[in-house]
Nanobody
């Protein structure tokens, strides 16, 4: 099992910025395919925010395009989400997700979630 540790959430005013980090670790060898960020607001379903695909491609939800940037450090097995021009609608619990391979099988692991609150 790959463990994910998230950090960087908090309270910020509208128009501000936050940077989330998610570090993956395990006691055994694994290789990461995709790394992504999802969010879930109260009363809503979890939704994809940004995805970093092995090979370099990225996908973003339309609502965050131009404001959020996903990046990854493959040497450190870490993914980041730089969030600029934050809006109150961005308020949610943000979850890191990693899809990885081990011994030929594909697995998915989730972080514990970090709260992002944007005040108006």
């Amino acid at each position: 099992q790959v463990q994910l540790v998230e950090s960087g959430g908090g309270l910020v005013q509208a128009g501000g910025s936050l940077r989330l980090s998610c570090a993956a670790s395990s006691g055994s060898i694994f290789s990461i395919n995709n790394m992504g960020w999802y969010r879930q607001a109260p009363g809503k379903q979890r939704e994809l925010v940004a995805l970093s695909i092995s090979g370099g491609n990225t996908n973003y939800a339309d609502s965050v395009k131009g404001r959020f940037t996903i990046s990854r450090d493959n040497a450190e097995n870490t993914v980041y989400l730089q969030m600029n021009s934050l809006k109150p609608d961005d308020t949610a619990v943000y979850y890191c997700n990693v899809v990885y391979r081990r011994n030929g099988a594909v697995f998915s692991s989730w972080g514990q979630g970090t709260q992002v609150t944007v005040s108006s």
